[in-house]
């Protein structure tokens, strides 16, 4: 699979249980804020070339795991999510059923991103793709993202990943520069 054979043989594969702190002022939040981030979020339509800027593993305020892919749009045929913006794609891993479907979808989006088999994306590579060490910093991929009706009648967008072949990973740089996106 090549990139995740060089994962260090330590990186961990399980994640710690947090318990929940006393509540923080509002100021303690306000000074540990990481600034203002792009929230905006991957809406429905084709994404025909996405750069990643971070994948990574988060606990979310309810306590559960998210999953989150920070892209850098390099090409859209999305209008309210052009070339030269951002988006993120985030997968909370909520107790329950939807656990095993947060895990597929994940697990199927590594393999695109990384032209790999769903075999070759174990435990240890996607703890290595989310690792600090942010292996997969600078990989495209492609996605294709459609709203579906849930069972309690809320939205939720599905999205197919597809893998850039090495050509068009080859010109990472050149489709980052014309999205007006500054060199990494």
């Known amino acids: 699979m090549g ?6 043989s330590d990186v961990s594969t399980a994640r710690p249980v947090v318990a ?6 509002v100021f303690d939040l306000i000074g540990e804020a990481e600034g203002d981030r792009n929230s905006s979020y991957l809406l429905p339509g084709i994404y025909p070339v996405l750069q990643v800027n971070v994948l990574k593993m988060i606990t979310a305020r309810a306590g559960h795991d998210s999953f989150v892919a920070e892209f850098d749009i390099l090409d859209s045929e999305v209008e309210e999510r052009p070339a030269g913006t951002s988006a993120s794609w985030v997968v909370a891993f909520k107790p329950g059923d939807r656990e095993k479907l947060a895990a ?45 009706l849930t069972k309690a009648g809320g939205d ?4 197919n990943w597809r893998t850039l072949q090495a050509d068009v990973q080859a010109r990472a740089a050149e489709l980052r520069l014309a999205a007006r996106f500054p060199p990494f």
């Open 3 to 8: 990139l995740f054979d060089n994962a260090p």
């Open 104 to 148: 597929n979808n994940v697990r199927s989006f590594l393999a695109a991103l990384m032209g790999a088999t769903l075999e070759e994306v174990d435990a240890k590579a996607a703890a290595f793709a989310s690792s600090a060490a942010n292996p997969c910093h600078g990989r495209l991929v492609h996605a294709s993202a459609v709203n579906k």
């Open 20 to 25: 929940a702190a006393p509540r923080k002022s």
């Open 156 to 159: 939720f967008t599905a999205i």
